[in-house]
């Protein structure tokens, strides 16, 4: 008999990964996908991990710039910081659906459960998510299946309605039992795990994007470290700690200036923008100065170079803020 394809996203957490052992135990074959988001929605080791437990193949799609939108004017608009939820699943059935097309597949399936979030999962957002996917009728939900419509899968026979889920609302303890009983683990905790859903995560993309932003990429370095607005064209990001100041490096672009020196400890500083001055780069000095134990020290040169050229170092006498200046530009 010939095997039916199912395409759902995994998204490192238990629902998604309960959804899809309901249809693999009824002999459908599933194919996993993720949207690789540079903050948030599932750390990228944990949806690998459940793949592999579930021993079904897996693709990772990266966030395209054709998301910029989604963050810029949503049409179901933002939930309580810069979080487009409906906007960004029906992105992201959008490109389950392209890949469900191009394996052949009969249908995507998501781990929603029906009152589960407040922004994205109410039974009117489901029935938005699905219309504006472009797969109306495609789109099953095996955990609250048996409280939604009939989905053509399962008019297909496809998929055996009897055996799918009625769960509501936001307690889990079913999934976290049948977790138990299927031996899953390494999955995500409920809730969060999206940085738009923070207001301060929120503030900056906003920030960044009302000054102009042309790739997804340059929004990626906003998930770390302290923010500064130098002036309507440059910004500052310092990092708190050793794994902040890696992700800094990590995400600089090109011409960003990294801003680090060696003699003593100190943060790394990433200055962005268009024209920058000699003063915006000595007030850059003057933060990494300012956070580090040298606060009170005569100013201090201080080594940079652009991301792209990290051989071309050059040194900058710093600029040390004032304390009350500090609070005017930070953010």
């Excluded at 419509?149 to 026979?157: F, M, Q």
């Excluded at 890696?246 to 060696?262: E, Q, S």
């Amino acid at each position: 008999m010939k095997k039916h394809k199912a395409v759902g996203l995994l998204s490192g957490g238990l629902d998604s990964a309960l959804a899809a052992k309901l249809l693999l135990d009824q002999g459908i074959e599933v194919h996993a996908v993720n949207i690789s988001m540079p903050w948030g929605c599932g750390r990228p080791s944990r949806v690998i991990k459940l793949a592999e437990q579930l021993g079904i193949p897996f693709v990772s799609i990266p966030l395209g710039d054709d998301y910029l939108p989604v963050l810029k004017t949503p049409r179901y608009g933002f939930g309580v910081a810069h979080n487009p939820c409906v906007d960004c699943h029906i992105y992201m059935l959008k490109k389950a659906a392209e890949y469900m097309r191009e394996i052949g597949a009969a249908f995507v399936f998501t781990g929603e459960v029906i009152g589960q979030r407040p922004m994205s999962q109410r039974r009117k957002c489901l029935d938005w998510v699905e219309q504006g996917s472009g797969i109306p009728g495609r789109v099953l939900r095996p955990l609250s299946a048996r409280l939604l419509e009939v989905t053509i899968p399962e008019k297909e026979g496809i998929v055996d309605r009897a055996k799918l889920l009625d769960l509501v609302g936001r307690n889990r303890r079913r999934q976290l039992d049948m977790a138990v009983e299927l031996g899953l683990t390494g999955f995500s905790t409920p809730g969060g795990g999206c940085l738009l859903t923070e207001k301060v995560f929120g503030r900056r993309v906003k920030d960044v994007l009302a000054r102009g932003c042309d790739s997804i990429r340059e929004t990626a370095i906003l998930g770390a470290g302290r923010y500064f607005r130098l002036s309507d064209d440059a910004f500052v990001l310092l990092g708190r700690d050793q794994e902040e100041n890696d992700f800094l490096l990590k995400y600089a672009i090109g011409t960003d200036i990294v801003f680090r020196t060696y003699d003593f400890p100190s943060p790394t500083v990433v200055l962005r923008g268009k024209n920058i001055t000699e003063a915006q780069m000595a007030l850059s000095a003057g933060l990494l100065q300012f956070f580090s134990k040298y606060c009170d020290a005569v100013p201090k040169l201080v080594p940079c170079w652009t991301s792209a050229s990290p051989d071309a170092v050059r040194q900058v006498l710093a600029d040390i803020p004032s304390e009350q200046f500090l609070k005017e530009i930070w953010m």
